[in-house]
């Protein structure tokens, strides 16, 4: 098989080396923490560092990753190393459970691209340079302007730089991915830490409240406040009397916004009255055939007010003798009721009802 090789001193090789270990570290979730690798290059050696996730994991296959770490290492070529060490640890320990490595071969990078990465890492000051030449001069123009506007504004400006340089941060993002991890792998056991987390500050702040000197701090704003009174009076009177307009006014249209509207008698026109009040229609309840609209019926009734009544038109039924030739018997039905109205030239004369369910 043939053999890669990897420049540790080309910064796209030494981030291609720490996916690939990352990406075969994620294959064992159950033995470490692949998030939590740390990878570190420093007088030709490799050192790796493994984050063990318990003490007590399966040996067959921690011994099962360092062997496939050790097959992994023999095809590769590592320019610029003469040794390669991977250390496990527990979390939260600063001792290695577990030590190994291996000298290699020393190889030589090419020198073109120690000569190009050393001008990108030459390059990579001098702009940092620039842009804090480029702030601090932009500082110096700000400060100059005076304006309070200008000040806020570049207030507000460096929260919003800073908030999302944190945002963008690589160590933000890794922490926020290591804790999703970590909640995923074992979410009972970040909801504890997250427990004892508010626990032990919410602790910290009823210690604060308790220790807090309350009473030397309220006699002092006393003091501040007497002095300030003290040291010119027309400006507190100006200013109580400020706030007590501002409070009457306040409660003025306070007053004004719950209160009912006025009812005065002398405004009200000479007759008022309402025709609704003695209308049969408005008498009645909703259109429906029912007892309440059948009181309703008033003698002299025209047959369009009866129907609006009621609700729908009746059904004729013949001609009542006893008001003449000229009476029809109009008839109106519900579930409950029937109803009987007699009409001569359109006008009610005789009303009548049958109940059809006892209950009612």
Known sequence: MKAVRLNLEDKQNWQKLQYILTSLASDYMDLVAAEQ???????QILSIAFTLISA?????????????????FNRLQLLGARRIEWEFYLIGESVPMLT???????????????????????????????????QRSQKNLNRRSGSAISKGKAKIADL??????????????????????????????????????????????LQWVDTF??????????????????????????????????MAIA?????????PPSFNLALLPQQHYDSNMTNAQYRCGNPAVNLKNYVCLTRGMRYD?????????????????????????????????????????????????RQLSANK
């Open 100 to 134: 190994q490595g291996r000298d290699i071969p020393l190889l030589t990078a090419p020198v073109a691209n120690v000569v190009a990465n050393n001008s990108a890492l030459a390059r990579q000051p001098k702009r940092s340079s620039l842009s804090q030449k480029n």
């Open 160 to 205: 919003a730089k800073a908030a999302y340089g944190w945002l963008t941060d690589p160590k933000t993002i890794a922490a926020a991915q290591t804790t999703s991890r970590l909640t995923i792998r074992d979410p009972r056991g970040t909801l504890i830490a997250v427990k004892d987390i508010a626990i032990a500050r919410f602790e910290q702040t």
């Open 251 to 259: 409660a003025f249209w306070l007053i004004e916004a719950l209160s």
């Open 37 to 43: 690798t740390e990878f570190k290059f420093e007088q």
């Open 213 to 246: 000197p309350w009473e030397t701090w309220t006699k002092e704003k006393a003091q501040q406040i007497k002095r300030r009174h003290q040291r010119n009076l027309v400006r507190a009177i100006i200013e109580d009397v400020l706030i007590f307009a501002v």
């Open 305 to 353: 007010q009866v129907a609006s009544i009621l609700g729908s038109d009746g059904k004729p039924l013949g001609i009542d003798h006893k008001y003449g030739d000229r009476a029809v018997i109009i008839s109106w039905s519900s579930p409950d009721l029937s109803l009987n109205a007699t009409f001569v030239n359109d006008q009610l004369v005789s009303r009548a009802y």
């Open 56 to 72: 007590d994991g399966d040996r067959d296959r921690l011994n099962e990753f360092t062997q496939i770490l050790d097959r992994y």
